[in-house]
Every structure is written in C-alpha cells, then in structure tokens.
T-cell receptor, first 111, second 114 residues
Framework: DAKTTQPPSMDCAEGRAANLPCNHS???????VYWYRQIHSQGPQYIIH???NNETNEMASLIITEDRKSSTLILPHATLRDTAVYYC????????????FGKGTTLSVSS | DAGVIQSPRHEVTEMGQEVTLRCKPI?????LFWYRQTMMRGLELLIY????????DSGMPEDRFSAKMPNASFSTLKIQPSEPRDSAVYFC????????????FGSGTRLTVV
C-alpha cells in the first residue's frame, strides 16, 4: 500500500505556479519524501526529494510541513511540457530501497 | 552516460511463447528494479536486486515470471509461457546507494501478447 495520499487530478494555467499536495501522515523519522513525474509513455523521472527542510532545484521546490505529515511540490512557472502524472513517495533512503508508486496526481497544464 | 537501456522497445508475441526483456543499468549503479505498468494496476514493483543479488521478488506475479542479474551490467526478465494478461509496459530502473538523485528509469518495453 502506498503511504501517501494525493488528489487524482489538478489543472493549472500555463505560466502560473502549480502546487501539488501530498499527505503522508504515517511517515517515519528516517523516511524521505520523493517526487517523480511520468510524462505520457515515458519512464518516471526524478524531480526532488527531502527529509525535513524545504528543498529547491532547477525543476521545482519542495515544501515539507514542520510535523512532516504533508508536503507540497511547487512548479513555479508551469509549461505545457509539465503535463504529467506526479508521484509523491515516502521511503527510507537505504541501500536498494524500493520505491512503491501510488496512483499519483495527473497535472494538466493548459494555455 | 546513455542512461538505463532497455530492449526491445516493443515486443509482440503470441500466447504461449517465451519472452525475454533486457536491461542495462547505468554503470556504477548497484541496485536494479523491474516494474510493470498497466492502466488498471498502475506501476507495480516486480523484483529488485542489490549488488546483483535478488532482494525482494514478492511482486513477481507467478512462476511464469523469472528475473536474473548475472553481472552488474545486465539483467533479464523472462516470461514463459506468456499470456495476454501480461501485456503491459515493463520498466527497468537503477540507482546508486549514495546517490541523491533517486532512480533512473529506462524507456520501457511495451509488451503485447496476442
């Protein structure tokens, strides 16, 4: 069973920020929050991950609440190419740990 | 780096035939994962290896499925005999224990069993 809950779908206008929520109320102290996305018919692509602190890279920002029970992935200026299924995954960052994917959020970016 | 390489990209076979899917992980990665994706069931983990050793094969659906990793640069997923319900996209992914970039997935093999 996936340890996360995400809305099944979201819409976003091109150029606006896309804020994708994820609930992970049973997260353990040694577990990280990972975000991946899958553009139609391609393999999933790593976006970002974090433990406690907020993280930012060239693709997105990750905001984790202080109690770590939820997080938000932010795409600051969504483009049509960001249309994809976004997966939030909680996992321990240990050797060979397997990622278990849930259903994710289908983000549709429109012009 | 060429990334994770899977072959073939597409496979169409008749029910009852043996199917072998191949994966070359990224050099230096020591974990390898096989996933299957269908519309109904989403992305399912089938099996994963760490340092060429199978760690968890509980996701392998039946004895018809088997996977091997004879060395650090090659893995196979075999289905024998194949059935129409095995039709799916099969992804291979690899990772490095010390990496902060998670998994790298291949482009997948789209299997159709008729």
């Amino acid at each position: 069973d996936a340890k996360t809950t995400q809305p099944p779908s979201m819409d976003c206008a091109e150029g606006r920020a896309a804020n994708l929520p994820c609930n992970h109320s049973t997260i353990s102290g040694n577990e990280y929050v990972y975000w991946y996305r899958q553009i139609h018919s391609q393999g999933p692509q790593y976006i970002i991950h974090g433990l406690k602190n907020n993280e930012t890279n060239e693709m997105a920002s990750l905001i984790i609440t202080e109690d770590r029970k939820s997080s938000t992935l932010i795409l600051p200026h969504a483009t049509l190419r960001d249309t994809a299924v976004y997966y939030c995954i909680v996992t321990a960052n240990q050797a060979g740990t397997a990622l278990i994917f849930g259903k994710g959020t289908t983000l549709s970016v429109s012009s | 780096d060429a990334g994770v390489i899977q072959s073939p990209r597409h496979e169409v076979t008749e029910m009852g035939q043996e199917v072998t899917l191949r994966c070359k992980p990224i050099s230096g990665h020591n974990s390898l994962f096989w996933y299957r994706q269908t519309m109904m069931r989403g992305l399912e983990l089938l099996i994963y290896f760490n340092n060429n050793v199978p760690i968890d094969d509980s996701g392998m659906p039946e004895d018809r499925f088997s996977a091997k990793m004879p060395n650090a640069s090659f893995s196979t997923l075999k289905i024998q005999p194949s059935e129409p319900r095995d039709s799916a996209v099969y992804f291979c992914a690899s990772s490095q224990d010390t990496s902060n970039y998670g998994y790298t997935f291949g482009s997948g093999t789209r299997l159709t069993v008729v």
